[in-house]
T-cell receptor, first 113, second 112 residues
Framework: GNSVTQMEGPVTLSEEAFLTINCTYT??????LFWYVQYPGEGLQLLLK?????DKGSNKGFEATYRKETTSFHLEKGSVQVSDSAVYFC????????????FGSGTRLQVQP | NAGVTQTPKFQVLKTGQSMTLQCAQD?????MSWYRQDPGMGLRLIHYSVGAGITDQGEVPNGYNVSRSTTEDFPLRLLSAAPSQTSVYFC???????????FGSGTRLTVV
């Protein structure tokens, strides 16, 4: 079946540092890939997505590139802010199997001033 | 512009009680799902639906029941609450397969 693996957290960075959160997936065919963000006490918001190999999703300074050859969708940001502190979830929607999103376990990011 | 509405926001149940978590969306989305979120475990799929009258089980369906009689509503029923069902529950919807979900704000359920 489909699965998503994310790096363990928490990730603690100083403001303006470079961020990478690793995400790899297992799925047959060509899934669509997503990053969601959850701020404290809130629901999940779609951050960015990519629907085919080599696509780059971007939003609010965050980027992720769909790498079919390494089955990865790593999240990056060049300069994090305190307001980026949240939990980040990688997810996929497979083109086979359950017609729903499969999520990774989430990575908590803490940005210190 | 309501999006996905979940009620109640908080609920405390006694072991063995039953209840229904409500989920409604006003975007005419075909795809709807229920997830539970537990610390360190991400979001796990309970049940999902691809349209009115069509539902299917996710990863953790035991103890939960769903129906989809209309496009707008997708209630989740707890048949006999257990402490292991203490969690935060999220409902989500999408217009197209692979398009990405819109999430509700969640229901925090405690079973004592």
């Amino acid at each position: 079946g489909n699965s998503v693996t994310q790096m363990e957290g928490p990730v603690t960075l100083s403001e303006e540092a470079f961020l990478t959160i690793n995400c790899t997936y297992t799925a047959t065919g060509y899934p669509s890939l997503f990053w969601y963000v959850q701020y404290p006490g809130e629901g999940l918001q779609l951050l960015l997505k990519a629907t085919k190999a080599d696509d780059k999703g971007s939003n609010k300074g965050f980027e992720a590139t769909y790498r079919k050859e390494t089955t990865s969708f790593h999240l990056e940001k060049g300069s994090v802010q305190v307001s980026d502190s949240a939990v980040y979830f990688c997810a996929l929607w497979g083109d086979t199997g359950r017609r729903a999103l499969t999520f990774g376990s989430g990575t908590r990011l803490q940005v210190q001033p | 512009n309501a999006g996905v509405t979940q009620t109640p926001k908080f609920q405390v149940l006694k072991t063995g009680q039953s209840m229904t978590l409500q989920c409604a969306q006003d975007m005419n989305h075909e795809y709807m799902s229920w997830y539970r979120q537990d610390p360190g475990m991400g979001l796990r799929l309970i049940h999902y639906s691809v349209g009115a009258g069509i539902t299917d089980q996710g990863e953790v369906p035991n103890g939960y029941n769903v129906s989809r009689s209309t496009t707008e509503d997708f209630p989740l029923r707890l048949l006999s609450a257990a402490p292991s069902q203490t969690s935060v529950y999220f409902c989500a919807s999408s217009s197209l397969a692979g398009y990405g979900y819109t999430f509700g704000s969640g229901t925090r359920l405690t079973v004592v």
